[in-house]
């Protein structure tokens, strides 16, 4: 396999990427998001090497805001409608072009940034043609630890997996 260079930045949807894409109400109202844990670790993964990571979701709840602080998220943009001017907007402020940017995202509002950046990645419970037009399409789904898979890809491209994963005395 070719090496590839590290990203200098690593950014992600949420629905349907960190969560299976179900959006959960109780009967008073309150919503709910499942989460994996397992994808804490690609934050981690990221985090060992000073990879920034962000993350852009077209949804805005208080739920991915707890979540994006426990897990020390770098960038946090909800609400986004248009995810290319954001992360284009954010590489100027980081000094880097989009493709040095990795970004794993599932769906219609993910399609200009997963055309624009270095590397694309989608989760195994995209719809097809969301699949087709990515570098990686991942074993895992939404929801199931396809994000972790997907940094986990990324540093094994780049040779460098089995250094992180001795940091935490694998291997």
Not at 85 to 93: D, E, F, G
């Amino acid at each position: 396999m070719i090496q590839q260079l590290l990203p200098k930045l690593v950014l992600t949807d949420i629905d349907g990427v960190w969560t299976d894409a179900g959006m959960y109400y109780d009967q008073t109202g309150n919503e709910w998001k499942k989460f994996s844990t397992s994808d804490s670790a690609g934050v981690l993964f990221c985090k060992h090497l000073s990879i920034p990571v962000g993350i852009i979701t077209g949804e805005d709840t208080a739920i991915v805001k707890r979540r994006a602080e426990k897990l020390k998220i770098d960038h946090l943009y909800q609400g986004i409608q248009d995810k290319l001017s954001v992360a284009s907007a954010l590489c100027t402020q980081l000094g880097i072009s989009l493709s040095e940017v990795a970004y794993i995202g599932d769906d219609l509002g993910d399609v200009p940034l997963l055309k624009a950046v270095g590397f694309s990645a989608a989760p195994a419970n995209a719809p097809e043609y969301i699949r087709n037009m990515v570098h990686l399409t991942t074993t895992k789904a939404g929801g199931d630890g396809a994000f972790r898979e997907f940094v986990e890809e990324l540093l094994h491209r780049a040779g460098v997996l089995p250094t992180v994963l001795a940091h935490y005395q694998i291997g």
